[in-house]
């Protein structure tokens, strides 16, 4: 059974960090491009970043460019997102997903929040 | 990195068909057939309920279809159940980047 598990989550003051992790199992995590997507709650979901599958090639939303690193690693089937200089506007539950003909799995998310 | 467009709600009665539209550009929806919908139930994970357009997974009622014309995707779900309740998100591939609609909610009379 596939099954992505997000954590790393919490209560970060504004220009704070966060490392989020992305815990892959029931499949061959190497094989596959990974996304972090994340939505505020009662919002629509926003596109925040990709990793190929051998972790080249990342990509960022325009919003996070320069603030965030998604990066990966294969021997621990682990999806990593390093968030820095935090805003509020990054609050949101934070989702990681695996891309194969589209989203197919998603994990349950984890909520940040960042606030003084 | 403009969101797509989605309308904010539709609604239907149950044995009805609903089409949901998901407006982009010549950048995203217009230039690569991978537009994807996700079904989204309160407090839960997205769901993947159609990928490139108009493929549907496995597990999937083929009461959910997509279609593509131009710069825009739809989706169409007839038959509505009580269960189809939820927000729908429109999403499409854009090169390096990814982008989404702002959600639809569905709302089953």
């Known amino acids: 059974e596939v099954q992505l598990v997000e954590s790393g989550g919490g209560l970060v003051q504004p220009g704070g960090s966060l490392r989020l992790s992305c815990a892959a199992s029931?499949?061959?995590?190497?094989?596959?491009?990974m996304h972090w997507v994340r939505q505020v709650p009662g919002k629509g979901l926003v596109w925040v970043s990709r990793?190929?599958?051998?972790?080249?090639?990342?990509s960022y939303a325009d919003s996070v460019k320069g603030r965030f690193t998604i990066s990966r690693d294969n021997a621990r089937n682990t999806l990593f997102l390093q968030m820095d200089s935090l805003r509020a506007e990054d609050t949101a539950v934070y989702y990681c997903?695996?891309?194969?003909?589209?989203?197919?799995?998603w994990g349950q998310g984890t909520l940040v929040t960042v606030s003084s | 990195q403009s969101a797509l467009t989605q309308p904010r709600s539709v609604s239907g009665s149950p044995g009805q068909s609903v089409t949901i539209s998901c407006t982009g550009t010549?950048?995203?929806?217009?230039?690569?057939?991978?537009v994807s919908w996700y079904q989204q139930h309160p407090g839960k994970a997205p769901k993947l309920v159609i990928y490139?357009?108009?493929k549907r997974p496995s597990g999937v009622p083929d009461r959910f279809s997509g279609s593509k014309s131009g710069n825009t995707a739809s989706l169409t779900i007839s038959g509505l159940q009580a269960e189809d309740e939820a927000d729908y998100h429109c999403?499409?591939?854009?090169?390096?980047?990814?982008?989404f609609g702002g959600g639809t909610k569905l709302t089953v009379l």
């Open positions: 997903a695996r891309d194969y003909q589209g989203l197919a799995y």
């Open positions: 029931g499949f061959t995590f190497s094989s596959y491009r």
């Open positions: 990793i190929n599958s051998d972790g080249s090639s990342p």
């Open positions: 010549s950048s995203d929806i217009g230039g690569y057939d991978y």
């Open positions: 490139d357009v108009d």
């Open positions: 999403s499409s591939y854009a090169g390096y980047y990814g982008v």
